[in-house]
């Protein structure tokens, strides 16, 4: 992904919280929360179930972490997914209108392995794997939100790098 990629910022509500979210591009700047675009294979995409439903796998990251390392630890953790390629697609800053919130959000694209026998977890129920091609409509926020169709096509466009 070039850094003349095109921007996006876009306002969100979340859990009656409003947000703004600035596309940083891929940047030097210390993540809060990593996400992942995992490709168990080609044309297919992990998702989980959390408290909010259907989401992509990923979470915070832990004092000591570097965000590529918080990422492997929290597909292990919620998934039981080894990531086999990573690629950055790039980091959206979140800030929050109505409560005081200042985040760096990064996301990636990675082709990954599951484990056999997963079971699940305090905090994920179920990990599912769905086609691209229903990837938003299978996302609570799928539709409604700008960013999950901003940040599909960037994964689109690296996947095939990652075989």
């Known amino acids: 992904m070039s850094a ?13 919280e409003r947000y703004r979210c ?19 294979e080609s044309g297919q995409l992990l998702l989980v179930r959390g408290d909010d ?25 919620e998934a039981d997914a080894s990531i086999l390629a990573s ?12 409560r005081d919130l200042e985040e760096v959000h990064e996301f990636y694209a990675c082709r990954v392995s599951l484990a056999d026998g997963w079971k699940p ?4 129920s179920a990990r599912i794997i769905v086609s691209v091609r229903v990837f938003l409509d ?4 799928g539709r409604s939100d700008p960013r ?15 075989w």
């Open 148 to 162: 999950a169709a901003f940040l599909l096509e960037r994964a689109l466009e690296v996947e095939p790098s990652l």
């Open 121 to 124: 977890t305090r905090d994920i």
């Open 22 to 40: 600035t596309w940083l591009n891929v940047v030097d700047v210390p993540a809060s929360r990593v996400r992942a675009f995992a490709f168990p």
């Open 53 to 77: 439903g259907l989401q992509i796998p990923g979470g915070g990251v832990e004092r000591g972490e570097v965000a590529d390392e918080a990422l492997r630890r929290e597909l292990k953790e």
């Open 87 to 98: 690629q950055r697609l790039g980091a959206f800053q979140i800030e929050g209108l109505t």
């Open 4 to 16: 003349d990629s095109p921007a996006l910022v876009c306002e969100v509500a979340i859990r009656g």
């Open 138 to 141: 299978a996302l609570p926020w």
